[in-house]
């Protein structure tokens, strides 16, 4: 079993910043992957960014159109933590934020996170 916990949410004007964390414990997969996925009111959740845990690979990474140049998804594996660095965000940005986990086998994610609320004031 693994346990997802984020943190780093807020309120934040235009423009601003916020740096996300995803922590996990337990039983991870030996190579997984690790994404942020966030949905906003009356929207269908999507994927913002992934990255890559595997001995065999560097951190491969991946992110969402709209939010490249300004999100940067990063790791520290001496904590299993995974972050979302969040720069000049945009009202567009507002959404509740929710880190997973899938094995790399694996089509779906099978551990979440609660989420964690991020709101951009225009």
């Known amino acids: 079993q693994v346990t997802l916990v984020e943190s780093g949410g807020g309120l934040v004007e235009t423009g601003g910043a916020l740096k996300l964390s995803c922590a996990a414990s337990g039983r991870t997969p030996s190579s997984f992957y690790m994404g942020w996925f966030r949905q906003a009111p009356g929207k269908e959740r999507e994927l913002v960014a992934r990255?890559?845990?595997?001995?065999?690979?560097?951190?491969?990474?991946y992110y969402l159109d709209s939010v490249k140049g300004r999100f940067t998804v990063s790791r520290d594996n001496s904590k299993t933590t995974m972050y979302l660095q969040m720069n000049s965000l945009k009202p567009e940005d507002t959404a509740v934020y929710t880190c997973?986990?899938?094995?790399?086998?694996?089509?779906?994610?099978?551990?979440w996170g609660l989420g964690t609320q991020v709101t951009v004031s225009s």
């Open positions: 997973g986990i899938r094995d790399v086998s694996s089509l779906r994610y099978n551990y």
């Open positions: 990255i890559l845990w595997a001995s065999w690979s560097s951190n491969s990474t």
